[in-house]
């Protein structure tokens, strides 16, 4: 343990600079990382990004070390990593969430796109009709339900997020923001990848560390999700209606189970008037 802890210590010394990058945008779900001066990360560098990142995060990433290491981890490597950084405004976005920006439900409608969606939706039932009909029938949820909730999580699957897990939990971690569900995921995400034989940077996620179309977060994946490939479209589906089967035969009751997904009212209201519209303007097609 003292060498591993010193090889750390001394990777941390030896200049390597872990950008404090905030709001970024660091690639998309399937792209080559790339790295160098000439990578774009869609952000301008700040005072705050020449400094290096172990005067603040020094003794918070050598906590984790440790965890990881009396846990049978082997992680050096993965902090050693060129892709490996420290998102140093992470609280921030949380801060910065719809829920948290929305004083009604008709205004977190706007934010989220609704108008957008309920259009968009029909299409996705269109392209994907066999498989949500196979997960209705196999869950007892609503083709509708799931569609609506894979709207909002991740725009039909376009938007599955820029950041990177294994950075954005050690990031929360680092800062001090919900630091025990951070490591708590973060050993979920370990978990997850060793057994699908993944490399962790390969992954992207929301700045929650919420991954695929279903933006399931690590725990989830290992307890709910139906499928190895977690970009599979099919293998969505099938989890959504998964998770939300799960907590409908616990608490009979369809908005309980949406807000087990997101706790706010308004997302739940969200995900049920989006899908009531869905069926209406697919039933109304479907007349014509």
Avoid: C
Avoid at 95 to 100: P, T
Avoid at 149 to 171: K, R
């Amino acid at each position: 343990m003292t060498n591993l802890l010193t090889t750390f210590k001394n990777i941390l010394s030896s200049g390597i600079i872990l950008l404090l990058l905030g709001n970024s945008n660091i690639g998309t779900a399937h792209s080559v990382h790339e790295h160098g001066p000439n990578s774009n990360t869609g952000i301008s560098p700040t005072i705050d990004d020449t400094i290096s990142a172990h005067s603040k995060y020094s003794q918070a990433l050598t906590e984790l070390i440790d965890i990881f290491h009396k846990k049978e981890y082997q992680t050096s490597h993965l902090f050693q990593d060129e892709r490996f950084e420290i998102y140093g405004e992470i609280d921030q976005r949380f801060k910065r969430s719809a829920e948290r920006k929305s004083i009604n439900l008709e205004e977190y409608k706007q934010i989220l796109g609704f108008e957008e969606k309920k259009r968009r939706a029909v299409t996705f039932m269109q392209e994907h009709s066999d498989q949500l009909q196979k997960a209705e029938q196999e869950y007892g949820i609503s083709k509708y339900v799931i569609t609506a909730i894979i709207g909002i999580e991740s725009d039909f699957g376009q938007n599955i997020g820029s950041y990177n897990p294994f950075n954005a939990y050690v990031s929360m971690y680092a800062v001090g923001y919900r630091a025990d569900f951070a490591k708590a995921q973060l050993i979920e995400l370990l978990d997850f990848t060793k057994r699908h034989n993944i490399d962790v940077f390969d992954l992207k996620s929301s700045y929650a560390g919420a991954m695929s179309s279903a933006q399931f977060i690590p725990y989830s994946l290992n307890k709910w999700f139906v499928g190895d490939d977690i970009f599979d479209m099919d293998n969505n589906i099938m989890s959504v209606a998964n998770y939300l089967a799960h907590f409908q035969k616990r608490t009979n009751d369809l908005r309980t189970s949406v807000l087990r997904y997101n706790p706010s009212g308004l997302y739940a209201d969200t995900v049920l008037a989006l899908a009531d519209e869905i069926k209406q303007r697919q039933l109304s097609t479907a007349a014509r």
